[in-house]
């Protein structure tokens, strides 16, 4: 599921961009919930079934991706949530990467790579050093993105994708100075709301 066809992608002004660190239960998340449901429903129902994506996206709790040891980022634009994702412990060094989603009207402008630098800068700020995720068979788009931004693929790239089931990415992260004052800094960033 991508942007309309035929029509252009909108250019990203990153001036108009806001990264917000919230909790799971924040009502800005709730879009990049909704919509991935959809789209794992869409891409997968006919082999889990249809509502397996909500069983999916509450497989974790909340508080996994909370501070100390996990994240979930928000990126509006104009007061809208059109791109998001997570993080949570793996293991003591690794993050795993979750919920990465870029809202369907708002694909090919870039945002898929912007969710993934900062979620790759405040996992590294936070001491991990290194990345795991997984993406589905379906979701061509999604590989090639981690492809191309430095991820290590855990499978046969010439295998077809529907014989492997989830496809596994790696990736090292560099090392970010203990010291470093301020730590990770978003885009421009906005408290919760209450």
Do not use: C
Not at 16 to 21: C, E, I, S
Not at 27 to 39: G, K, M
Not at 92 to 103: F, G, N, Q, S, Y
Request: no cysteine; charged share 25%; proline share 9%.
């Amino acid at each position: 599921m991508t942007a309309e066809p035929g029509l252009r992608p909108r250019p990203l002004d990153r001036a108009a961009l806001t990264v917000l660190t919230l909790p799971m239960h924040d009502p800005r998340v709730r879009p990049l919930l909704d919509e991935l449901a959809v789209e794992y429903d869409t891409r997968y129902g006919d082999l889990f079934g249809r509502g397996a994506a909500a069983e999916e996206l509450n497989r974790y709790p909340a508080a996994e991706f909370e501070e100390p040891n996990g994240a979930l980022l928000v990126i509006q634009e104009n007061g809208e949530s059109i791109a998001g994702g997570a993080f949570r412990r793996y293991d003591p060094t690794t993050a795993e990467l979750k919920r990465i989603w870029t809202h369907s009207a708002h694909r090919r402008r870039g945002l898929g790579r912007l969710v993934l630098a900062e979620l790759e800068a405040l996992a590294a700020a936070r001491g991990y050093t290194r990345l795991y995720l997984t993406t589905g068979p379906r979701q061509p788009e999604a590989k090639h993105l981690y492809l191309d931004t430095g991820y290590l693929a855990q499978f046969d790239l010439a295998a077809d994708p529907e014989t492997i089931g989830p496809l596994a990415f790696t990736k090292e992260l560099p090392a970010v100075p203990r010291n470093r004052p301020g730590g990770y800094r978003a885009i421009r960033s906005r408290p919760p709301l209450s």
